[in-house]
């Protein structure tokens, strides 16, 4: 892979996860149930689990929210991080029940005074404090001087925070400049990367749905990972958290930096083709979702691509007029007609499980 050299931020701890540094860059998400709802919301943990989610972060909207993170957290194997927005009281009792990580917005969570004793609480338990700062609550005065969607406000109100806390002698800092413009935002993480150390959380905020928001957090993550920027990422999606789970990790393994997933090739098919492609490859597709090892799988339609693709893969299909070539390292092992070819396959791929 031909990305630059990651930037070596200052590590932070979240509970057993690091974050920057020369740590693997994490993927996070949110959960979208009612915090409250204590069996709910660790139900929706473990599937994102599941799906190889590294920490994961719950909305504590109220006190009975807050009260429910020690229990959440013991049923739990991931870091859990707390959002909180408004009531520095929350945060306080988030960091009584045990949380990994708050993250919070310090310019409206009251003042300076209450910020403070939010910091003190997160200091004596060595927590972690992620300034989220977001193009929709930018302080008026730097939107009247950048305008809202100007990388310079984002970066300006993110350091404002960073001095504060540092003030307050408090450097377990993450960094987030929320934009639903890529462009900006990717300006943003630019600008802030080269003013400070702290570990960057990046995130397009209100993505959109599946495919429009894995676009613009593919674009946005993929340049500025490729750059050596970013130590966490979060894609935020208007569907099933899962799916964002599964959009970041194959964002990291398109750059090479995650691995232990299979890698799935296939043709876009044409003319050529002479049999079901497209069925083939979403039931292998859904096979490799069960599988945790870097391994690589080529489904070509035709013996135009097929042969040359399917030869550096461990496992290939190359597809024929009558019949469909199935290979394993490099070497034909048989030619099945499709039906067969698709059972054989498969019996293949649970070898990796
Ligand atoms: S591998 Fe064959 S079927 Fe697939 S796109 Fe290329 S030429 Fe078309």
Do not use: W
């Amino acid at each position: 892979m031909f990305n630059r050299p990651r930037k070596q931020t200052r590590q932070v701890s979240v509970g057993a996860v690091k974050i920057g540094g020369d740590t693997p860059v994490s993927v996070q998400s949110m959960t979208t149930t009612d915090t409250r709802d204590i069996d709910a919301t660790v139900k929706q943990i473990h599937q994102l689990e599941e799906a190889g989610c590294d920490i994961i972060r719950v909305a504590v909207l109220d006190k009975k929210a807050a009260e429910s993170l020690a229990e959440i957290k013991r049923q739990i194997s991931i870091p859990l991080v707390a959002d909180i927005h408004f009531h520095y009281r929350l945060a306080l009792i988030a960091a009584e029940q045990g949380v990994d990580k708050i993250r919070t917005n310090p310019g409206n969570i009251g003042d300076d005074v209450k910020m403070e004793t939010v910091v003190a609480a997160c200091k004596e338990r060595h927590i972690p404090i992620r300034i989220g700062v977001n193009t929709g609550s930018l302080e008026n005065d730097l939107v009247q001087q950048y305008g809202r969607y100007s990388p310079e406000a984002l970066v300006e109100s993110a350091m404002r925070k960073v001095r504060l806390l540092e003030e307050m002698g408090f450097e377990d800092i993450v960094i987030s400049l929320k934009s639903s413009e890529v462009a900006g935002m990717v300006e943003a993480y630019r600008l802030m990367s080269r003013k400070t150390n702290y570990p960057l959380h990046l995130g397009v905020t209100e993505a959109g749905p599946l495919q429009a928001g894995t676009i613009k957090s593919s674009v946005a993550f993929g340049l500025l990972l490729h750059e050596g920027i970013g130590d966490t990422i979060r894609v935020s999606l208007s569907a099933d958290p899962v799916e964002e789970v599964k959009v970041g990790k194959k964002i990291l393994q398109s750059l090479g930096l995650f691995s232990n997933m299979p890698e799935l090739v296939s043709c876009p098919t044409c003319g050529r083709l002479q049999t079901d492609l497209f069925g083939l490859i979403g039931r292998v597709e859904k096979v490799l979702e069960g599988i945790h090892k870097p391994i690589k799988v080529a489904v070509m339609g035709c013996n135009v691509n097929g042969p040359g693709e399917v030869a550096g893969a461990d496992i290939g299909v190359v597809g024929g007029a009558d019949y469909l070539s199935l290979v394993r390292d490099g070497k034909v092992i048989a030619k099945l007609p499709p039906e067969q070819l698709e059972e054989a396959l498969l019996k293949e791929l649970e070898r990796f499980r």
